[in-house]
Every structure is written in C-alpha cells, then in structure tokens.
C-alpha cells in the first residue's frame, strides 16, 4: 500500500510560481510511475504531467508544456511539480498519483492505483 500526501499548493498571482510536493510512503516507491493531475470547478480531472520510476522520462499536457517540470528524488520518496508562469486557468486541485508500473503509459492514460488528497492551487490577482 502506498499513501501520498500533497503539500505547497496556495494562492499566487498571475505569472508567479509555486512548486508542490507528494511525499510517499512505502518500500516500493522507487519502482513507480508517478504523475500529477487536476481538477477545476466543475471539470473533469485532467492529467498534467508525469515522469517514470527513474525520472528519465517525462510527459506533459499541451497546457503546462514549457511552463510546469516533473521531477522526482527516490531517496527522499518525493515527487514535485515546479510551476512557473501561471495562469488563472491553472486554478484547480491538484493530485499526486501513482502507478504499479515503472513508466509512464498507465499514468498518461490515467489508470491509477493511488492517489493524494489534493492541494489547492489558486491563481488570482
């Protein structure tokens, strides 16, 4: 069983940043593919960004290419996502995932076997 704990989500203007972290527990952490989604006021959770159980691989929405980064530490069981440049449509809560597999394919394709209890992301001037 693997828990996931979100943190560093809060309230910033447009064109600020703000990087969160999902913290993991469990021995098998190392192996996984973790990802990070979203979800507006009524909208469906959308995918946003996903890196594999190395940190060699990284995929990104069209929406936060360029502008979000996915990385991982393994020692730490710590996943982040560095958002730069953001948008009042990035408002959302956002969830840390992951998947029993080393790469990313089920995470792009949003089949998860675990998931945070989201963060609250809110860009506004």
């Known amino acids: 069983q693997v828990q996931l704990v979100e943190s560093g989500g809060g309230l910033v203007q447009p064109g600020g940043s703000l990087r969160l972290s999902c913290a993991a527990s469990g021995r098998t952490f190392s192996s996984y593919a973790m990802g990070w989604f979203r979800q507006a006021p009524r909208k469906e959770r959308e995918f946003v960004a996903a890196i594999s159980w190395s940190g060699g691989s990284t995929y990104y929405a069209d929406s936060v290419k360029g502008r979000f980064t996915i990385s991982r530490d393994n020692a730490k069981n710590t996943v982040y996502l560095q958002m730069n440049s953001l948008k009042p449509e990035d408002t959302a809560v956002y969830y840390c995932?992951?998947?029993?597999?080393?790469?990313?394919?089920?995470?792009?394709?949003?089949?998860?076997?675990?998931w945070g209890q989201g963060t609250q992301v809110t860009v506004s001037s």
């Open positions: 995932a992951a998947t029993q597999s080393p790469e990313t394919y089920e995470v792009i394709r949003g089949e998860v076997d675990y």
